[in-house]
Every structure is written in C-alpha cells, then in structure tokens.
Nanobody, 112 residues
Framework: VQLQASGGGFVQSGGSLRLSCAASGIDFSIKTMDWYRQAPGKQRVVVASITSGGDTFCVMSVKGRFVVSRDNARSTMWLQMNSLKPEDTGVYFC???????WGQGTQVTVSS
C-alpha cells in the first residue's frame, strides 16, 4: 500500500486549499478512506472520511468548510478546504480504513 498526500501550503485565514491523495497497491474502489490532521504537538485525528460509495463524513470543526471526494477510477481522493482557519494548521495524511499504513503527509499552514 502506498499513499501520497499533496497540495498543502501556506495560506491566510479565509483561504482555500485542495489536497490530493494518490493510492496504489490496494483495491481503492472498495475502501473507505480517511483524512487525518496532526496539529503541532497533538495526535493525529480524523477530519473527514468517504466510503467506497461516496458517503462522506466531516467532523464538526470542519463541517461546511471541507468537502471530501474521490475518483475510484483514478484511485484518488481529494479534500477541498475552504474558509481555512489557523486551527486547521497541521500535517494532513490520507489513510485507508483498516490498513495500518501511513504515507507521507502534506503540511498546511494557515496564518491569522
């Protein structure tokens, strides 16, 4: 399993970023996928998920601002992040539900 998150960067509060996750080595189309965030000095926590069928979940702190989507044919998942806040700062990782493999994350920094 290989997972590569990309698309992070430095933005001002209120800005937007779109993260991508490219997956390989798995049958992506049948897997639930998660986006995690690891804020400085804190544990990784799930911020959004999407099932194989496209049902989505976002934690309350990002609901209405973040949108998770996927393209099973391309084994790719995205996280559209809008109205970014400084508390969204962290390293973002994508992960396949039920498989304990972490790829390289992507840094998101939101300035106030």
């Amino acid at each position: 399993v290989q997972l590569q998150a990309s698309g992070g960067g430095f933005v001002q509060s209120g800005g937007s970023l779109r993260l991508s996750c490219a997956a390989s080595g798995i049958d992506f189309s049948i897997k639930t996928m998660d986006w995690y965030r690891q804020a400085p000095g804190k544990q990784r926590v799930v911020v959004a998920s999407i099932t194989s069928g496209g049902d989505t979940f976002c934690v309350m702190s990002v609901k209405g601002r973040f949108v998770v989507s996927r393209d099973n044919a391309r084994s790719t998942m995205w996280l559209q992040m809008n109205s970014l806040k400084p508390e969204d700062t962290g390293v973002y990782f994508c992960k396949t539900r039920g498989i304990d493999v972490w790829g390289q994350g992507t840094q998101v920094t939101v300035s106030s």
